[in-house]
């Protein structure tokens, strides 16, 4: 098929529309305006080596993380994008303490939804020219309209996710998505700055051969995971199963929706609650996993279940293809 026959996702947003009774086309802006975002961070992506992007801030974020240039400047672009478009009243962002409302003007003041972002994941990969992503979640918020946006705007349980999806800034750059009607990827034609359908109503395999985990932890994992890495290596049968870890939950993920596979972030001895954010890491990446047929959970439930608490929570993180999950689930409950 030629390229021009594929659909845009800007003629895919608006076709979608209509899955939405009622729709007044907000939610259209507010997707289109983090479309326009992903291709600024793309540009700086792509010349982080030569533009003076890379490395650190010399400050930590809320995360106690060294806050990298591309972070802070992916936080920027991503937040301009989404405040003027008058259809977000709040964004809260890995890289921003607490949680930022947008004034709008008297005309706007319908504005219903809130944005949950990670504006860089995997940052660790940006000096070294691995993949990173950007992750993005998003609510209705509970909050009448038109008065002052509160946390528990933010505090959603993942359920009431109306739309989640991911950047992934990698060999091509893609936008993955979904509002609650199937999962569907986008890649970006650079040369001419659309992004065209290429991978349409993604399904997770039902179970795969490859296991992402950071090993470097094994000592201070639970006794189930233990078990079930255990598993992996010897009870392979006639294929064993393949480690595949880079470091960018974004890119782990992508992978593993594409293949089969499962993404693990356990709690261990030094971090009880592990490592990744409940609001705008896992919630997000678990909406579009069952979306796709997946699963995702905290090793015991349902990740979409869980009831916020804090805006930067942490929490263990089990997530991809159905089988895989349960089977990890499995080892999780028989250690316990
Ligand atoms: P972020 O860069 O947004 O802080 O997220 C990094 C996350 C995730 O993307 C990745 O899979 C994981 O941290 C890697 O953590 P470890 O280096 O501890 O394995
Ligand atoms: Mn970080
Ligand atoms: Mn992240
Ligand atoms: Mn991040």
Redesign the pocket.
């Known amino acids: 098929m030629s390229q021009q026959a594929l659909q845009t996702l800007g003629e895919f947003i608006i076709e979608k529309q209509d899955d939405f009774k009622y729709s007044t086309g907000e939610l259209s802006r507010l997707i289109s305006s983090i479309r326009i975002a992903s291709k600024v961070v793309n540009r700086e992506v792509n010349k982080a080596g030569i533009a003076d992007i890379i490395g650190n801030v010399g400050n930590q974020n809320i995360?106690g993380?060294d806050q990298q240039k591309l972070d802070v400047l992916a936080n920027d672009i991503f937040i301009a994008a989404l405040s003027q478009r008058e259809v977000v009243c709040g964004i809260a962002s890995?890289e921003s303490d607490d949680f930022i409302e947008i004034k709008c003007t008297e005309n706007a003041h319908l504005s219903k939804y809130v944005v949950l972002i990670?504006p860089?994941?995997?940052?660790?990969n940006i000096d070294v020219n691995v993949s990173v992503g950007t992750i993005f979640s998003i609510y209705r918020r509970v909050t009448n309209p038109g008065t002052p946006v509160e946390l528990r705007d933010f505090l959603q349980k993942g359920v009431n996710q109306v739309a989640a999806g991911y950047i992934v800034y990698g060999s091509s750059t893609m936008i993955v998505y979904t509002t609650g009607n199937g999962v569907n990827g986008f890649t970006l034609d650079p040369s001419i700055g659309t992004y065209y359908l290429s991978h349409k109503n993604i399904k997770f395999p039902t179970s795969g051969k490859i296991y992402s985990i950071?090993e470097g932890n094994y000592a201070k994992f639970p006794q189930g995971v233990k078990d079930y890495i255990k598993y992996c290596q010897e009870e392979a049968g006639d294929r064993p199963y393949t480690s595949r870890y880079i470091?960018?939950?974004?890119s782990?993920f992508h992978r593993n929706m594409l293949k089969g596979g499962i993404y693990i972030?356990p709690s261990t001895s030094q971090s009880p609650n592990g490592?990744?954010r409940l609001l705008y890491?896992c919630n997000p990446m678990a909406f579009l996993a069952e979306q796709a047929g997946g699963k995702c959970s905290d090793g015991f439930k349902r990740i979409m279940e869980i009831e916020p608490t804090e805006l930067h929570q942490r929490v263990p993180f089990f997530c991809g293809s159905a089988a895989m999950v349960t089977k990890a689930e499995e080892f999780m409950t028989k250690a316990v």
């Open positions: 995360q993380e890995e990670d860089l994941d995997g940052s660790s950071n470091g960018s939950l974004v782990d972030y490592k990744l890491e």
